[in-house]
């Protein structure tokens, strides 16, 4: 079966013979020298422009290989600056707990008891105005007073070149005394 | 033969069409898996600063170092140093080297400078793990506010848990491939997600003002051989706290901090700071005036048990201004009969007693208050025993809060200890004031004021008086219930005195509270204190004197202050 189907292709791709009078004359073709098919100034340039191009490539790669030197560097910086940057935050972290620690009130009186010898008192004086002022009982009476007393500066007149009086408290006659002992 | 090749190679590349196309993200994930390592970064815990920006609680970057004792063999080189580094003992050291256990830990959270030691010596087998460790500066001296950080870096008890969300930060993460030693590479860390430092507190507290209210409140506990106590200053116009101490007697006789805020977390009976409640209650309703006079005997039953005053006297006239000044009993059941049971009930808890501050601490108390509308709390002596504080258990905070509201004329303010958050880029936040409401109309607050003043002038508690200046307040003195049954422990006694200055125009409120004193009364173990205290705290913060009680100038008795 397979032989037949073969001399069928066989005879289908034989050719038909060449007709040796074409129908139609074909121009008269000549084999034209290349050097002549373009001008010499026409391929210096073209040489030029593909010697520009494989210099920029050239040097597109060199600049991107220095640029990733430099981005390479620069990172590097970065990682020390951070890795500095971290170290000292957390050194100045310690710091602050050290000086917190320096100035613990219990500390520097403890310093101050055992090395410098301070000795703290029994008791303390507070010194304290003269006039013991108003409770709250009197205040209201007080301040009815006072703006009684106001009104009436109000309505008279201030002398002129007049000296003011001086208010306020005076430490002079402050006097130490000493809270009587309680009781319940 | 060819047909087992075509076979064999097409077996290859559908196992290759496998590997490359249907299994290669499982595949790639799988050698990631075994060259790159994810790592927590953990995030630094917000700091705590004071009212002045003095740093009270910090977090610091840390190791531990830990050991592979497998690597370490049979050799003995480098740890006698590694021991004094360390501060092991060389056969303990040697003992966790035993452990074969691949990890062991041998010291946490040691100093950079003691890293560098370690490091130094060069031990093969020797790790560091970050770490990060809460330090106090101040020592223990607000350990029962602060409370305590474990380990993971998560607040477990106090500010610590109860701020924990702001504080704690959120972890980073990054990706690092590791080596054969399973040791990350340096400098190669990939997906690097920065943790974010927690934010920092401002609190209310005054670091100096803290310090010498826990000496004072110290030395008083030794002088009077109390088993602890509490002192609370709180800023009337903003309720902040300005100084919380709780202080016990330790197992070897020493004062020393308590594990815990008891100014919050722990009830007692008052005793007769309670009669504030009556007596603003029954102003407030108009039953009565400062200068109402009531017949006082010394002692009277009621539901079958007795109640006298504290000190013998024969019936007398007594007004109300008399009756809070020298604390008698039984003038304020006679002022709470004529309120009776249900405005009782209610102006105990419109005082805030009964319920929680707002200061929102964790385990805080709402304390136990009667009711008359509840059977298993009331009982026909309850109108003896609640009004003069010996038939409720409350906070030192509740009482401090209800003073604090007289002193601020009648309005509530919730007290709080955080004033101000900053946030990891350092903005700060100023928390507002929480005015709550108002408990007490101006009028009455301006009766019971003039009231509280005689308290320290020629009352029960002159020992509370500041040269320079007034003081309002109230003793409390009450017995300490049995811890084993029903009745009291037989000599065990609270004593408080809480109060404010200027009584005019109150700048701080400041409550004392001793226990087990051997100077039971309040105006006596208590009132001192808080005079010490005051006179320091009002000068710290630039109060002026307003005259009158000290006069010019005075002493005082307790702590040097």
Not at chain 2, 174 to 196: I, Y
């Amino acid at each position: 079966m397979a032989t037949p189907a073969r001399a069928v292709s066989t005879a289908a791709r034989a050719l038909p013979a060449r007709d040796p009078s074409p129908k139609r004359a074909r121009p008269e073709l000549d084999v034209v020298d290349r050097r002549r098919t373009t001008s010499r100034p026409h391929r210096r340039q073209a040489n030029i422009l593909r010697g520009l191009g494989v210099l920029f490539i050239v040097g597109a790669l060199a600049v991107t290989a220095a640029a990733h030197a430099f981005v390479a560097s620069d990172q590097q910086r970065i990682d020390t600056l951070q890795s500095k940057l971290t170290q000292t935050l957390a050194e100045q972290q310690d710091l602050q707990l050290a000086r917190a620690e320096l100035e613990s009130p219990a500390r520097v009186l403890a310093i101050a008891e055992r090395e410098l010898g301070m000795i703290s008192p029994q008791s303390v004086s507070y010194l304290a105005p003269v006039d013991p002022g108003p409770s709250v009982s009197q205040a209201g009476a007080a301040a009815a007073r006072a703006a009684l007393s106001a009104a009436e500066t109000a309505r008279k007149p201030v002398p002129a070149g007049g000296d003011r009086t001086r208010t306020g408290t005076s430490l002079a006659g402050a006097r130490s005394l000493t809270i009587p002992p309680p009781v319940r | 033969m060819v047909v087992i090749a075509a076979v064999a190679l097409s077996g290859l590349a559908a196992r290759l069409v496998q590997i490359q196309g249907v299994d290669a993200v499982h595949y790639a994930a799988y050698g990631a898996q075994e060259v790159y390592q994810s790592v927590s970064l953990p995030a630094l815990r917000g700091a705590i600063y004071d009212r002045n920006g003095n740093l009270i609680a910090a977090s610091s970057q840390r190791v531990d170092v830990v050991a592979d004792d497998y690597l370490v063999g049979g050799s003995k080189a480098g740890l006698g140093r590694l021991c004094s580094i360390l501060g092991l003992s060389a056969p303990a050291l040697w003992a966790k080297l035993s452990e074969h256990s691949g990890y062991v830990p041998l010291a946490y959270q040691v100093s950079r400078t003691t890293e560098q030691k370690v490091a130094s010596l060069d031990l093969p087998y020797l790790t560091f793990a970050p770490d990060l460790a809460r330090t106090d500066p101040d020592g223990d001296l607000f350990s029962p506010l602060l409370g305590i950080v474990g380990f993971a870096g998560q607040g477990l008890s106090g500010l610590e848990y109860l701020e924990n969300s702001l504080l704690a930060g959120t972890p980073g993460s990054e990706v690092v491939p590791t080596g054969l030693n399973g040791e990350g590479l340096p400098g190669t860390a990939t997906d690097v997600v920065a943790a974010r430092q927690g934010t920092s507190l401002v609190l209310t507290l005054d670091e100096p003002l803290q310090f010498e209210v826990t000496r004072a409140l110290s030395q008083q506990i030794k002088a009077t051989h109390a088993t602890g106590g509490v002192a609370i200053v709180e800023d009337r116009r903003t309720g902040g706290i300005l100084a919380m101490v709780d202080l016990v007697v330790g197992p070897d006789g020493e004062v020393v901090p308590s594990s815990q805020n008891l100014a919050v977390t722990s009830v007692y009976q008052p005793g007769s700071v309670m009669k504030l409640v009556t007596i603003s209650g029954a102003l407030q309703e108009g039953l009565i005036n400062p200068s109402s006079v009531f017949t006082v005997p010394y002692e009277i039953s009621l539901g079958g048990w007795p109640f006298s005053d504290a000190d013998f006297h024969p019936t007398e006239q007594l007004s109300a201004t008399q009756i809070l000044a020298q604390s008698s009993n039984i003038g304020t059941i006679e002022i709470a009969h004529l309120l009776g049971p249900d405005r009782l009930s209610y102006f105990l808890r419109d005082l805030g007693f009964g319920q929680p501050t707002g200061l929102e601490w964790p385990g805080e108390t709402d304390g136990l208050v009667p009711s008359p509308n509840d059977a298993a709390t009331w009982s026909p002596s309850s109108m003896g025993t609640v009004p003069i504080g010996t038939g409720e258990a409350v906070t030192p905070l509740q009482i401090l809060d209800a003073y604090n509201m007289v002193a601020n004329d009648g309005e509530f303010i919730a007290p709080r200890l955080v004033e101000a958050t900053i946030s990891a880029k350092g903005v700060e936040h100023v928390l507002p004031v929480q005015h709550e409401r108002r408990a007490l109309s101006t009028a009455t607050v301006s009766e019971l004021l003039p009231m509280l003043e005689k308290v320290t002038e020629d009352g029960t508690a002159l020992a509370a008086r500041i040269p320079g200046y007034t003081v309002a307040g109230k003793t409390g003195t009450a017995q300490i219930p049995s811890t084993t049954g029903p009745g009291y422990q037989p000599g065990a006694w609270s004593a408080t005195f809480v109060g404010f200055a200027p009584a005019q125009n109150p700048a701080l409120t400041t409550l004392i509270m001793l226990s087990h004193p051997d100077l039971i009364y309040g105006g006596l173990a208590s009132a001192p204190v808080f005079s010490a205290i005051m006179r320091y705290a009002l000068r710290h913060f630039d109060t002026a004197p307003t005259g009158a009680q000290g006069l010019s100038s005075g002493s005082s008795g307790v702590g040097g202050l």
